[in-house]
């Protein structure tokens, strides 16, 4: 698949208002909601799991995300880690290093709890984030919902992403994406917003659906999760 994206393309992906919009919004807010619907025993029981494997709450504590148009919103994850899990890594030097080297990722992180390393590995965690689809905040399918500092760090490291990043906040993050079904975490920042302003431009109701279908194979894999 090629990841070209040329200056032409920009304003055409930004501007772009079509029945897309409506019909996707649709299926965001019913697919969401039969997703709560149908896993509502088992977020019962993903949370008694987090409750009994660790103290803290349900739900992780984490930093705000990008949302369209660089929108801050408050992303809702089951919590895989133990409290107090940013402060730990500001506070260690080592670990932090390893975290901007690896793309804002932390292989082996010695924060993630036993129940917190079976939940990441399959995305349960990820699950809550079907209530920020319902806000609004997030779709079904889309790029990356990547923390501000992480945008800002990672254009001074690669400059040639700007473009791209400009693409990406133009449409909403999603619980799905390209490059989540390409390898997650295997790709590098820079081939990352290539693949998530590329579904930007290319996107359709097709395209959302051959995504999600193949989120499938890629949720039961683990592939690329950490």
Same mark, same amino acid.
């Given at each position: $698949?090629?990841?070209? *994206?040329?200056?032409? +393309?920009?304003?055409? &992906?930004?501007?772009?208002?079509?029945? =897309?919009?409506? &019909?996707?919004?649709?299926?965001?807010?019913?697919?969401?909601?039969?997703?709560?619907?149908?896993?509502?025993?088992?977020?019962?029981l993903?949370?008694? &799991? *987090?409750?009994?494997?660790?103290p803290?709450?349900?739900?992780?504590?984490?930093? $705000?995300?990008?949302?369209?148009?660089?929108?801050l919103?408050? %992303? #809702?994850?089951?919590?895989? $880690?133990?409290?107090?899990?940013?402060?730990?890594?500001?506070?260690?030097?080592?670990?932090?290093?390893?975290?901007?080297?690896?793309?804002?990722?932390?292989?082996?992180? @010695?924060?993630?709890?036993?129940?917190?390393?079976? *939940?990441?590995?399959?995305?349960?965690?990820? %699950?809550?984030?079907?209530?920020?689809?319902?806000?609004?905040?997030?779709?079904?399918?889309?790029?990356?919902? =990547?923390?501000?500092?992480?945008?800002?760090?990672?254009?001074?490291? #690669? @400059?040639?992403?700007?473009?791209?990043?400009? *693409? %990406?906040?133009?449409?909403? @993050?999603?619980?799905?994406?390209?490059?989540?079904?390409?390898?997650?975490?295997?790709?590098?920042?820079?081939?990352?917003?290539? $693949?998530?302003?590329? =579904? %930007?431009t290319?996107?359709?109701?097709?395209?959302?659906?051959?995504?999600?279908?193949? +989120?499938?194979? &890629?949720?039961?894999?683990?592939?690329?999760?950490v």
């Amino acid at each position: $698949m090629s990841y070209v *994206i040329t200056d032409n +393309t920009i304003p055409q &992906a930004i501007n772009e208002v079509s029945l =897309y919009d409506f &019909a996707k919004r649709l299926v965001d807010t019913l697919g969401s909601l039969f997703a709560l619907i149908l896993l509502t025993p088992f977020i019962l029981l993903v949370s008694i &799991a *987090i409750k009994l494997d660790s103290p803290g709450p349900v739900f992780a504590d984490t930093p $705000m995300r990008a949302g369209k148009g660089g929108k801050l919103f408050k %992303i #809702y994850k089951f919590r895989s $880690m133990v409290q107090n899990a940013h402060e730990l890594l500001e506070n260690n030097p080592k670990l932090l290093e390893e975290y901007k080297k690896n793309s804002y990722k932390i292989f082996n992180d @010695p924060r993630v709890t036993p129940v917190g390393k079976f *939940i990441r590995r399959f995305s349960i965690d990820e %699950i809550p984030q079907f209530f920020n689809i319902l806000r609004g905040e997030m779709s079904l399918v889309g790029p990356r919902a =990547y923390y501000p500092y992480e945008l800002e760090e990672q254009q001074k490291n #690669y @400059p040639s992403s700007r473009k791209f990043v400009k *693409i %990406i906040l133009s449409g909403k @993050p999603g619980v799905t994406g390209l490059w989540q079904v390409s390898g997650r975490s295997e790709i590098n920042f820079d081939k990352r917003v290539k $693949m998530d302003a590329l =579904y %930007i431009t290319r996107r359709s109701l097709l395209y959302d659906f051959w995504i999600m279908l193949k +989120t499938i194979p &890629a949720v039961v894999s683990g592939r690329g999760a950490v």
